[in-house]
């Protein structure tokens, strides 16, 4: 309990506030993304301590997924994809006089999913990590090939397979280097920069930070910027007015946080959809429900996304991913024995979401009218900004040049794979989880070796997860089909 | 709209015949290299734990998707909107076009930045030249006087922000190393 109360420290509140309120601003910047921002955190949380980096990067996290909602309601830009929802039933709203009713229903509805994620997470951990303590390497690395492959599935839209290729080849990339088992150089090409494998930070930056600045670049988008919001705070009872709709929501953005990869624009579409469906409503001609089942989704989102996180050291989302490798950078492996490795930093990272909670809800109202004014920095200005941000960021762990030109490199890569139409996500997903995938696979070939067949089918647990693996593929397949 | 969010999520158009055609060929060729290279690494403890066997079971997977990328594009008429792109394809028009220029641009400024001037001179000169040239290019309704102002500024701001309050290294050094040799 005490490192859950160290979360409460002033100075942590003070980094958390900080944090939660430049995440907003970040997130209601259009086309700077919460993913963008985590990966960005990553190399700059290198020179923090430990608890000030885990806090400040919660508060960023929480702070940000918001925040795409303040454009996406009053300039009709989501300022993060998972905002697009809100931007559908609030910009409506905004333009008849309502911005503020709905950005202060967006927050509350926030603050609801927060809450809900947390208390999933405080209530699921120790289950979740009983189930995990049963794992061998050969259910750890069907669990990784899973979420690659999951996450694959649902951030390629129409072309699934193209998710799964973009998701094999991360995997391979993190296969660069000197392997543990045997210490062999694999596809090092006698280059001593890569004896120690593809450095994910600069991957993570070039692909989320870098690829955006060269892309969005293009597209100069001038926009009126309201004069006029209204009232904020909403009425408590239009908020119990739609309880179901935030318990339906929170269900969804749990659920499709705890699947590796499934991040919360996943949840925000999911939630939106089925909320139409079932109310009966269409949320695009202007409402706050819609609002609701999109902001909940998101926020209750996080809770999820952290839970496999932490407990399984497999990401629930992109901005997740950035998480689990900040803490790699202060030498946090996380995973199964976390209770026993790191005593004390569950705790401490549910008091850090609560506080990030209380802090997002508290700057997001003082922040809704400040940051209306900051939209009128344009993204031509921001983006080169940006680009010296995932230098720092980079450059920070090695101090090596090297990793500034792998991330140029892969900034460029993910510019080309955003063109021909391949997902990012399931490549970072791939890059962090590979050495995992690769060494428990060969550990449990090794065990296994004589008679594998008759071993795969002797552990009930690994044959679950085969045909969970087939079943992600084959469902693919199919709806790609249809 | 639901390009913006495809774009947003980064998964781009979802089905390009074309491009996947061009695309499932690079794929291939590449899961082939790879496939060789695995079979060539040794295997010291068998063929269970050798350093090849998974690269060699993830690039034949990727492989055989690759192989169904090609099926699906020449299925969607592929080559033959490829054809038809190659025959419309002009590197005048293309350069001249508004989008493509500015993404073009803004890859060659940062490469410039990143394999010409950082490492080579202070952070925050380098970073001064990188953010006067693309702001002077892409912000220029901002004027002369604010352009030098920020470019001038923020470099100093940021590394004053993590040379001295994270105690983070700036590639190429930076001004205030120089000011803790000068006083030493």
New interface residues.
């Given amino acids: 309990m005490y490192s859950f109360s160290m979360a409460f420290d002033p100075f942590l509140i003070l980094i958390c506030s900080t944090g939660a309120a430049l995440g907003i601003i970040w997130g209601a910047m259009p086309g700077l ?1 919460t993913t963008m921002a985590m990966a960005l955190l990553v190399g ?1 949380s ?3 301590a430990t608890d000030i980096a885990i806090i400040f990067m919660l508060g960023v996290f929480t702070g940000s997924v918001f925040g795409g909602a303040i454009s996406a309601t009053l300039i009709n830009i ?1 300022g ?2 998972d905002a ?1 929802p809100t931007q ?1 039933a609030g910009f409506p709203l905004a333009k008849k006089g309502q911005g503020g009713l709905v950005l202060g229903t967006s927050i509350t509805a926030s603050m609801i999913g927060n809450w809900v994620g947390i208390l999933l997470l405080v209530s699921a951990v120790p289950f979740v990590i009983d189930i995990a303590l049963k794992f061998a390497s050969w259910e750890v690395a069907l669990l990784a090939l899973w979420g690659v492959a999951i996450s694959g599935t649902l ?5 699934p ?5 973009s998701g ?2 991360g ?2 990339i993190a ?1 660069v280097g000197r ?1 543990e ?2 210490g ?1 150089e ?2 090092t090409f006698g280059n001593l920069e890569l004896l120690l494998g593809i450095p994910y930070i600069p991957v993570l930056i070039g692909l989320f930070g ?2 955006e ?3 969005a ?3 100069p988008s001038p926009y009126v910027i309201p004069q006029k919001i209204g009232r904020v705070f909403p009425p408590v009872r239009l908020i119990f007015r739609y309880w179901k709709s935030i318990i339906r929501s929170s269900f969804v953005g749990l659920l499709t946080g705890v699947i590796p990869g499934c991040g919360a ?1 996943v949840a925000t ?1 999911v939630s939106y959809g089925v909320g139409e469906r079932f109310t009966k409503k269409k949320f695009s001609e202007g409402d706050l429900e819609g609002v609701v089942c999109s902001e909940v989704a998101n926020n209750a989102n996080i809770g999820g996304a952290l839970l496999p996180s932490l407990v399984l050291g497999i990401p629930g989302s992109a901005p997740t991913a950035a998480f689990i490798a900040a803490l790699g950078l202060h030498g946090i492996i996380l995973g199964p024995t976390i209770e026993v490795e790191q005593p004390g930093l569950l705790f401490f990272v549910y008091g850090g979401l609560i506080v990030a909670n209380i802090a997002m809800y508290l700057c997001a109202f003082a922040l809704i009218k400040p940051s209306v004014k900051l939209f009128s920095l ?1 993204r ?2 921001l ?3 940006v ?3 995932c ?2 960021g980079s ?2 762990e090695k ?1 090596a ?1 090297f990793d ?2 792998l991330m ?1 490199g892969f ?2 890569f ?2 080309i ?9 399931p490549m970072v997903l791939g890059v962090i989880l590979g050495n995992m ?2 060494q428990n ?3 449990a ?2 065990v ?2 004589g008679d594998v067949i008759g071993q795969i089918l002797s552990r009930p647990v690994g044959m679950i997860l085969i045909i969970i693996v087939v079943l992600t593929f084959v469902s693919g397949v199919y709806r ?1 089909k249809r | ?1 639901e390009d ?13 015949p074309g ?2 055609f061009v ?1 499932s060929i690079v ?1 291939m060729v590449f899961s082939i290299g ?1 496939v060789l ?1 695995s079979i060539q ?2 295997r ?3 063929w ?8 060699f079971f ?2 034949t ?2 492989f055989f ?2 192989l ?2 090609l099926v ?1 594009s020449i299925k969607n008429k592929g080559i033959s909107q490829l054809v038809m792109k190659w025959k419309a394809f002009s590197p005048t028009q293309s350069i001249s076009d ?3 220029r ?2 073009l641009l ?2 060659l400024f ?2 410039f ?3 010409v001037l ?2 080579r001179i202070p952070f925050e000169f380098a ?1 001064f030249i ?2 006067a040239s ?2 002077y290019i ?2 220029r309704k ?1 004027g002369w006087l604010k352009i030098i102002l ?1 470019s001038a500024l ?2 100093f701001f ?1 590394s004053a922000l ?1 040379r001295v ?7 190429g050094d930076s001004v205030f190393d120089w000011l803790v040799k000068y006083m030493k």
């Fill in positions: 993304s700059l290198y020179g923090m989501p993060t994809p697009v559908l951030t390629a839209g129409e072309a397979i193209k998710g799964w290729i094999w080849l995997l391979l296969l392997e088992i045997h062999y694999r596809f870098m690829t600045i060269f892309d670049i293009s597209e624009n579409f344009p031509e200005l983006l080169p900004i680009a010296l941000l230098v720092i450059f920070a101090m040049m500034i030109y140029f900034g460029l993910g510019y794979m955003r063109k021909t139409g391949f997902p990012i996500g995938a690769d696979l060969r550990r070939m090794r296994f070796e790609r | 709209m913006k969010v495809d774009k947003q999520r980064g998964s781009g158009k979802g089905a390009m491009i996947d695309s794929l790879v290279r690494m040794p010291p403890g068998g269970s734990s050798a350093p090849g066997l998974i690269p993830l690039a997977c990727t998707m690759g169904g990328l699906s508004t989008k493509v500015r993404s803004i890859i940062t490469a930045y990143f394999f950082l490492g970073s990188y953010l693309t702001l892409f912000w901002a920020v923020l470099p940021l993590f309050v994270f105690i983070v290294f700036m590639p």
